[in-house]
Nanobody, 118 residues
Framework: QVQLMESGGGVVQAGGSLRLSCGAS????????MGWYRQAPGKQRDLVAT???????NYADSVKGRFTISSDNAKNSVYLQMDSMKPEDTAVYYC????????????WGQGNQVTVSS
């Protein structure tokens, strides 16, 4: 069983920066995708950014050029550097680890509140 532990949420003023971290306990395969999703009040959970075990990244259009996802495979960890933050970035951010190849899995972190004040 894999557990994801997140840290780094908080409150920041518009234009500021925050860094989220997520570490996975247990054994994970190199054929995985780690990423960050966010859910604002009354809205669905949306993709923010993902990174494959090989380092390929994908970003939502709304965060391109402002957020950077990175990973440390040796530590089974993924990070999200958030710069030039906007009030609309306010949400609960969730770490995710998934694998589509057999055996498939899909794990979620507990969620971290990020609030950007204007």
């Amino acid at each position: 069983q894999v557990q994801l532990m997140e840290s780094g949420g908080g409150v920041v003023q518009a234009g500021g920066s925050l860094r989220l971290s997520c570490g996975a306990s247990g054994s994970i395969s190199s054929s995985h995708i780690m990423g960050w999703y966010r859910q604002a009040p009354g809205k669905q959970r949306d993709l923010v950014a993902t990174i494959t075990g090989g380092g390929r990244t994908n970003y939502a259009d709304s965060v391109k050029g402002r957020f950077t996802i990175s990973s440390d495979n040796a530590k089974n960890s993924v990070y999200l550097q958030m710069d030039s933050m906007k009030p609309e970035d306010t949400a609960v951010y969730y770490c995710n680890l998934k694998r589509f190849l057999a055996p498939p899995y899909d794990y979620w972190g507990q969620g971290n509140q990020v609030t950007v004040s204007s």
